[in-house]
């Protein structure tokens, strides 16, 4: 079900398969932003804009890995040092990423942070999902169900135009369950938005605490089914908004397990995170951290059949 490389060399140049992006996931406009007064340039690593951390973001590190106790269930944990400076980002950034299976089966991934300094954090996993099996072909005709009235729309590179805007009578719409590909040909070029959750609406910059955190506990917010299979996926979540991507740009050129081709629309992502280009825009809230504040963001992956 998950779209993978055979490799950790071919992983580390894919389209981010199933890795944690960071220190800021998703796009910031122009490279650059402005904190505390000072001005920090990143790397445009997409077109004129940073994207997923920059050249050598997260995914591309090597992170300390090792097995914990917990309660819950089997766990993992990595961590790693983000060192001052390191992209363009300021202060020292400690992250850990603990993954838990818990004994009844729900995949729980906790992600954590803090800084020396005042810096950007939003970090997000960028699993790519086929319910109908990795090799089964485009994802069309999952059945999507997304717990979120608003979404942000963006220019054609992607950058967030600032608004927040109702789903209703729109693509967009998948308050109710919809297939993926009933009306993706209406949007621009698929789907690579992010979704306000939890009913945040206009309101969630003033919902949501330090390190884009809307609520404590993860609550429902995503439920995808593909119908051949009735294998479902429900996604809990912390954050206030996730970004359904649709594998638009895949092209047969990534080549995952057993030397399987994945073309265009093979998996879609659903990654749970704070607003793109948020330090750039007043209107939605911050995924700036300081040294006495704590990033926390959790997410739960649940699977029926």
């Given at each position: 079900?998950?779209?993978?490389?055979s490799?950790?060399?071919q992983?580390?140049?894919?389209?981010?398969?199933?890795?944690?992006?960071?220190?800021?996931?998703?796009?910031?406009?122009?490279a650059?932003?402005?904190?505390?007064?000072?001005?920090?340039?990143?790397?445009?690593?997409?077109?004129k804009?940073?994207?997923?951390?920059?050249?050598?973001?997260?995914?591309?590190?090597?992170w300390d890995?090792?097995?914990?106790?917990?309660?819950?269930?089997?766990?993992?944990?990595?961590?790693?040092?983000?060192?001052?400076?390191?992209?363009?980002?300021?202060?020292?950034?400690?992250?850990?990423?603990?993954?838990?299976?818990?004994?009844?089966?729900?995949?729980?991934?906790?992600?954590?942070?803090?800084?020396?300094?005042a810096?950007?954090?939003n970090?997000?996993?960028?699993?790519?999902?086929?319910?109908?099996?990795?090799?089964?072909?485009?994802?069309?005709?999952?059945?999507?169900h997304?717990?979120?009235?608003?979404y942000?729309?963006?220019t054609?590179?992607?950058?967030?135009t600032?608004?927040?805007?109702?789903?209703?009578?729109?693509?967009f719409?998948?308050?109710e369950?919809?297939?993926?590909?009933?009306?993706i040909?209406?949007?621009?070029?698929?789907?690579?938005?992010?979704?306000?959750?939890?009913?945040?609406g206009?309101?969630?910059?003033?919902?949501?605490?330090?390190?884009?955190?809307?609520?404590?506990?993860?609550?429902?917010?995503?439920?995808?089914?593909?119908?051949?299979?009735?294998r479902?996926?429900?996604i809990?979540?912390?954050?206030?908004?996730?970004?359904?991507?649709?594998?638009?740009f895949?092209?047969?050129?990534?080549?995952?397990?057993?030397?399987?081709?994945?073309?265009?629309?093979?998996g879609?992502?659903?990654?749970?995170?704070?607003?793109?280009?948020?330090?750039?825009?007043?209107?939605?809230p911050?995924?700036?951290?300081r040294?006495?504040?704590?990033?926390?963001?959790?997410?739960?992956?649940?699977?029926?059949?």
């Amino acid at each position: 079900m998950l779209i993978t490389s055979s490799d950790w060399p071919q992983a580390s140049s894919s389209p981010f398969f199933g890795v944690v992006v960071g220190r800021c996931a998703n796009r910031i406009e122009g490279a650059s932003f402005t904190l505390d007064g000072q001005i920090h340039k990143l790397a445009a690593n997409n077109g004129k804009n940073a994207l997923h951390g920059g050249t050598k973001g997260f995914d591309k590190h090597v992170w300390d890995a090792k097995r914990i106790d917990h309660a819950d269930g089997a766990a993992v944990q990595l961590t790693r040092t983000s060192p001052d400076g390191e992209e363009g980002y300021p202060g020292n950034l400690k992250v850990s990423v603990t993954y838990i299976m818990t004994r009844q089966g729900v995949l729980k991934m906790l992600i954590e942070a803090t800084t020396d300094k005042a810096t950007l954090v939003n970090l997000a996993q960028h699993a790519y999902f086929n319910l109908a099996g990795h090799d089964s072909g485009d994802v069309l005709n999952h059945d999507l169900h997304l717990r979120g009235d608003h979404y942000i729309p963006t220019t054609e590179d992607g950058i967030p135009t600032g608004q927040i805007t109702p789903v209703k009578g729109t693509p967009f719409d998948f308050t109710e369950m919809k297939r993926i590909g009933k009306e993706i040909d209406e949007t621009p070029a698929g789907y690579d938005h992010n979704w306000v959750l939890h009913g945040l609406g206009r309101q969630a910059k003033f919902s949501t605490k330090a390190g884009s955190v809307a609520s404590e506990i993860p609550r429902e917010a995503i439920k995808v089914r593909d119908p051949q299979s009735s294998r479902t996926m429900t996604i809990s979540t912390t954050t206030p908004g996730v970004q359904f991507y649709s594998g638009n740009f895949l092209d047969g050129n990534q080549i995952g397990k057993g030397g399987f081709a994945y073309q265009k629309h093979a998996g879609f992502c659903l990654e749970t995170q704070g607003f793109p280009n948020a330090i750039n825009q007043p209107a939605f809230p911050t995924v700036v951290l300081r040294p006495d504040e704590k990033y926390r963001h959790e997410t739960h992956y649940a699977f029926t059949c």
